[in-house]
Each structure stands twice: as structure tokens, then as C-alpha cells.
């Protein structure tokens, strides 16, 4: 499966984005989903996910109750809504694709990466 992710951009402290991701193939609704985000000097870490079989959703703290994961099977497409964003959320922002529902949090479980997406919020 291939990963197209877009969305990005500048947003002002507070403001609102919503990230999408494309992917390509005729299976879309076996694969968990998950975004995660780098930011500069920093590992990559994990932001979200959306599991295929039980349609389960994670959340890192730092971003629970302003982050939410969706995906639309039907146009092979994974969100990501981002409300209430803070500087510290500043980073390339990546989704992925697994074929497992088990530890979604582990960017290890993805096989498949889309090229990211440059999110920048301004205090």
C-alpha cells in the first residue's frame, strides 16, 4: 500500500488542522492506522491510531481530548482532526499503515509510511 499525506501547514497557537491520508489498494479497511510525529532532534513518536479489525482508537496523552483519528474505508482515507494545537505540536507529522491490530502504539508494528507533512503552530 502506498501513503499519501497532506493537510499541513502554519496555524496560529489554538487554531484548528485537519490532516488526510490517501492510501492507495483495494484493502484499505484491513490495515490499522496510525499518525505519528517528528519533531526536530527528536524520535519519532506516536500521535494516533485506528485499528482495522475492532475499529479501536489510541491517543498519546499529550494529545487526547484535542486529537481525533478517523478513517472513511469507502475513499481509502485516514484523518487526523487537530483541535486546540499548541507550539509543542510542531513537527512532520507521518501516517502509517499496519496489518496488525496489536500494538498500535509501536511504530515498529508499520510496515508502510507515507512521506509526511510539515505542521507548524505559532504562539
Known amino acids: 500500500v502506498q501513503l499519501q499525506a497532506s493537510g499541513g501547514g502554519l496555524v496560529q497557537a489554538e487554531g484548528s488542522l485537519r490532516l488526510s491520508c490517501v492510501a492507495s489498494g483495494r484493502t484499505f479497511s484491513r490495515y490499522t492506522m496510525g499518525w505519528f510525529r517528528q519533531a526536530p532532534g527528536k524520535e519519532r513518536e506516536f500521535v494516533a491510531s485506528?485499528?482495522?479489525?475492532?475499529?479501536?482508537?489510541y491517543y498519546a496523552d499529550s494529545v487526547k481530548g484535542r486529537f481525533t483519528i478517523s478513517r472513511d474505508n469507502a475513499k481509502n482515507t485516514a484523518y487526523l482532526q487537530m483541535n486546540s494545537l499548541k507550539p509543542g505540536d510542531t513537527a512532520v507529522y507521518y501516517c502509517?499503515?499496519?496489518?496488525?491490530?496489536?500494538?498500535?502504539?509501536?511504530?515498529?508494528?508499520?510496515?508502510?509510511w507515507g512521506q509526511g507533512t510539515q505542521v507548524t503552530v505559532s504562539s
Open positions: 485506528f485499528t482495522w479489525s475492532g475499529g479501536v482508537t
Open positions: 502509517a499503515a499496519s496489518l496488525s491490530e496489536y500494538n498500535s502504539r509501536k511504530r515498529e508494528q508499520y510496515a508502510y
